[in-house]
């Protein structure tokens, strides 16, 4: 048989999920989608300072969506891939100099 509680429960639920209006407040604020910084088509890399405040980068992360934060790691990867290679060119000439 099914559990009057249960029945109760589920009842309740549902007119509180389609009738509360505090339910209806919460549920636009997640989905309402921020209209953030436009991002840069690159990223200066240069500019990052070693001391910066940790806490606030991650605060602005957490701001990005996902496709900025994919776009960010991508420019990364890039510049690291440039530097590493100008880096190992650098160590290469040094090294048939000697």
Same mark, same amino acid.
């Given at each position: 048989?099914?559990?009057?509680?249960?029945?109760?429960?589920?009842?309740?639920?549902?007119?509180?999920?389609?009738?509360?209006?505090?339910?209806?407040?919460?549920? =636009?604020?997640?989905? /309402? /989608?921020? %209209?953030?910084?436009?991002?840069? =088509?690159?990223?200066?890399?240069?500019?990052?300072?070693?001391?910066?405040?940790?806490?606030?980068? /991650?605060? /602005?992360?957490?701001?990005?969506?996902?496709?900025? +934060?994919?776009?960010? +790691?991508?420019?990364?990867?890039?510049?690291? =891939?440039?530097?590493?290679?100008?880096? +190992? %060119?650098?160590?290469?000439? =040094?090294?048939?100099?000697?």
């Amino acid at each position: 048989m099914f559990n009057c509680w249960l029945f109760t429960f589920i009842k309740k639920r549902m007119y509180y999920t389609q009738h509360s209006v505090t339910y209806k407040k919460n549920h =636009a604020r997640k989905t /309402r /989608r921020k %209209a953030g910084k436009e991002v840069s =088509a690159t990223y200066n890399f240069h500019d990052i300072k070693v001391d910066r405040d940790v806490k606030n980068v /991650r605060k /602005r992360y957490r701001q990005m969506t996902k496709e900025e +934060l994919i776009e960010r +790691l991508i420019q990364a990867e890039q510049f690291i =891939a440039v530097n590493f290679e100008g880096w +190992l %060119a650098e160590q290469f000439g =040094a090294f048939t100099k000697e």
